[in-house]
């Protein structure tokens, strides 16, 4: 609780940016309940983001730039952000829907196909345009269609990236439909993964998404060629949320949330400090009528807040020391790009704060995630 959180100022060491700063300010200095608590973070990158596009984008692009410098853009778009000119067009609409004054910059991933073009994909990530490549296997997720159906085809192209060291992210789910949805992840490791990385060790891998301690401890033990993301809504749910008591769309999402032990051993990966392992929260926009449906939508938007439910759970394991490492260094440090140089600040409020209420788009409403536990900490206006 706030009361055990001494006055520090903590760096990290090896950095020379102040880390984390816990302030108290109260007027009264026997009164702890009137303190106010604020912790800035150097600002932080969200690697495993979907912006969708036209009035969608309009709405959550500006949500991200808020409190992130730079995301990793999915590029699972209708059509798909295949060719290196895909990415720069949407690059441009999505810095058309960034509001002035904030300094974000989108980090744009390619959709590998089996007919992928090797040189388009080196001369795009060797201009700089494109920062990752990014594998769905065909009919894994949402837009997934134009996907990967047999890895031996994509091979070459991955050997090429190999070659000039741009990073492959893995959607890690097998599609067979013999596995179980609950199996997928790890069965993905088994028959897909763990052989590619054998036949070409110096790919650059990033196990997206993981839901598993399967997959926790794979890419612990993986070297310095693979690290994991981790998405907010993983850290907070298990599989009862969606299905005990009543079945809750919002809560579903791809990879499926998994049982309890699983997210423990989500949570104790995200706080451990481990370098491999850090944020993508794959907040993935969908409208409120695509997810109550028959047949409804996998995809949580979580980006308005993800630092405040992050700064939440992080404290109440005792780790917000570890929480600029997980959101704003370990990323940057694996994808080989300096650490951002601004900072966002939170703040923990005496009241749990509201859940962010659903946002308009031109289509509909777009629920945000409600995280099921009291939030008492926010982003403090700039
Ligand atoms: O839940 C998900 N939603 N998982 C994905 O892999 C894709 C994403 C989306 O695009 O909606
Ligand atoms: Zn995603």
């Given at each position: 609780?706030?009361?055990?959180?001494?006055?520090?100022?903590?760096?990290?060491?090896?950095?020379?940016?102040?880390?984390?700063?816990?302030?108290?300010?109260?007027?009264?200095?026997?009164?702890?309940?009137?303190?106010?608590?604020?912790?800035?973070?150097?600002?932080?990158?969200?690697?495993?983001?979907?912006?969708?596009?036209?009035?969608?984008?309009?709405?959550?692009?500006?949500?991200?730039?808020?409190?992130?410098?730079?995301?990793?853009?999915?590029?699972?778009?209708?059509?798909?952000?295949?060719?290196?000119?895909?990415?720069?067009?949407?690059?441009?609409?999505?810095?058309?829907?960034?509001?002035?004054?904030?300094?974000?910059?989108?980090?744009?991933?390619?959709?590998?196909?089996?007919?992928?073009?090797?040189?388009?994909?080196?001369?795009?990530?060797?201009?700089?345009?494109?920062?990752?490549?990014?594998?769905?296997?065909?009919?894994?997720?949402?837009?997934?269609?134009?996907?990967?159906?047999?890895?031996?085809?994509?091979?070459?192209?991955?050997?090429?990236?190999?070659?000039?060291?741009?990073?492959?992210?893995?959607?890690g789910e097998v599609?067979?439909?013999?596995v179980d949805i609950f199996d997928r992840e790890a069965v993905f490791i088994e028959?897909?993964l763990?052989?590619?990385?054998?036949?070409?060790?110096?790919?650059?891998?990033?196990m997206e998404h993981v839901t598993t301690a399967d997959g926790i401890a794979y890419v612990r033990?993986?070297?310095?060629?693979?690290?994991a993301?981790l998405t907010?809504?993983h850290?907070?749910?298990n599989r009862?949320?969606?299905?005990?008591?009543?079945?809750?769309?919002?809560?579903?999402?791809l990879p499926v949330a998994k049982r309890e032990s699983h997210r423990l051993a989500l949570l104790e990966a995200?706080?451990?400090?481990?370098?491999?392992?850090?944020?993508?929260?794959?907040?993935?926009?969908?409208?409120?009528?695509?997810?109550?449906?028959?047949?409804?939508?996998?995809?949580?938007?979580?980006?308005?807040?993800?630092?405040?439910?992050?700064?939440?759970?992080?404290?109440?394991?005792?780790?917000?020391?570890?929480?600029?490492?997980?959101?704003?260094?370990?990323?940057?440090?694996?994808?080989?790009?300096?650490?951002?140089?601004?900072?966002?600040?939170?703040?923990?409020?005496?009241?749990?704060?509201?859940?962010?209420?659903?946002?308009?788009?031109?289509?509909?409403?777009?629920?945000?995630?409600?995280?099921?536990?009291?939030?008492?900490?926010?982003?403090?206006?700039?």
């Amino acid at each position: 609780m706030l009361g055990r959180v001494p006055n520090r100022h903590i760096r990290m060491s090896g950095t020379t940016a102040p880390v984390i700063q816990m302030r108290r300010q109260s007027q009264r200095a026997d009164d702890e309940n009137a303190m106010t608590c604020t912790l800035t973070l150097t600002r932080p990158d969200d690697w495993h983001l979907h912006l969708r596009d036209g009035g969608m984008l309009d709405v959550v692009a500006p949500e991200t730039a808020a409190h992130f410098g730079r995301a990793l853009i999915m590029p699972n778009l209708v059509p798909p952000v295949v060719k290196g000119a895909d990415a720069a067009d949407y690059r441009d609409r999505i810095l058309a829907a960034i509001p002035p004054g904030h300094d974000f910059t989108p980090l744009m991933t390619l959709y590998l196909t089996e007919t992928t073009d090797a040189a388009d994909l080196l001369a795009a990530a060797q201009s700089g345009l494109v920062t990752a490549v990014k594998l769905y296997p065909a009919g894994a997720t949402t837009n997934s269609a134009s996907g990967v159906r047999d890895i031996d085809r994509v091979v070459p192209v991955l050997e090429a990236m190999s070659e000039a060291g741009l990073p492959l992210c893995v959607h890690g789910e097998v599609t067979d439909p013999q596995v179980d949805i609950f199996d997928r992840e790890a069965v993905f490791i088994e028959r897909v993964l763990d052989p590619l990385r054998r036949r070409i060790p110096a790919l650059r891998v990033v196990m997206e998404h993981v839901t598993t301690a399967d997959g926790i401890a794979y890419v612990r033990d993986g070297g310095d060629n693979i690290a994991a993301t981790l998405t907010t809504h993983h850290l907070f749910i298990n599989r009862n949320h969606i299905l005990a008591g009543g079945i809750r769309p919002h809560y579903y999402c791809l990879p499926v949330a998994k049982r309890e032990s699983h997210r423990l051993a989500l949570l104790e990966a995200a706080i451990s400090g481990v370098s491999n392992v850090f944020l993508g929260t794959d907040s993935a926009p969908h409208l409120d009528s695509l997810k109550l449906a028959e047949c409804g939508c996998a995809g949580i938007y979580t980006a308005p807040n993800t630092l405040a439910c992050l700064a939440q759970i992080f404290e109440e394991q005792g780790a917000l020391d570890r929480l600029d490492g997980f959101v704003a260094r370990h990323g940057a440090v694996f994808y080989g790009v300096p650490v951002n140089s601004g900072t966002v600040t939170l703040e923990k409020c005496d009241a749990p704060q509201p859940v962010p209420s659903p946002r308009a788009t031109p289509d509909g409403m777009l629920t945000v995630f409600d995280p099921g536990v009291p939030i008492y900490w926010r982003v403090a206006d700039a």
